[in-house]
């Protein structure tokens, strides 16, 4: 069955980074597009970024363009979101979470199958 689990979460100070991963199984990864999606403490869900199966498609929400980089690595069935300058409202759970197609559409951003149990960003001094 499909599986997807994050890691790489932790507590950061302000303007730091941090790596998250997210181990995908069960399913042929380098055939869909994977997303990034995230829930702050008494907020709902927020996606956040996006890759496409092939074709180097990448896709960001203005609330961390220039700050996040998504990547993947298709022969370790392997999605990657790097954080940089992070922010004390970047705080969040963070999951991520497989389409059904192999290309994002932005209007069906959150329309995804699967999702992970998610890994715990906490950005405090």
């Known amino acids: 069955q499909v599986q997807l689990v994050e890691s790489g979460g932790a507590l950061v100070q302000p303007g730091g980074s941090l790596r998250l991963s997210c181990a995908a199984s069960?399913?042929?990864?380098?055939?869909?597009?994977m997303s990034w999606v995230r829930q702050a403490p008494g907020k709902g869900l927020e996606w956040i970024s996006a890759?496409?199966?092939?074709?180097?498609?990448?896709f960001y929400a203005d609330s961390v363009k220039g700050r996040f980089t998504i990547s993947r690595d298709n022969a370790k069935n392997t999605l990657y979101l790097q954080l940089y300058s992070l922010k004390p409202e970047d705080t969040a759970v963070y999951y991520c979470a497989k389409y059904r197609t192999w290309m994002y559409l932005a209007a069906r951003k959150l329309e995804y199958d699967y999702r992970g149990p998610g890994t715990q960003v906490t950005v405090s001094s």
């Open positions: 890759a496409n199966s092939r074709g180097g498609g990448t």
């Open positions: 069960g399913f042929s990864f380098s055939d869909y597009a």
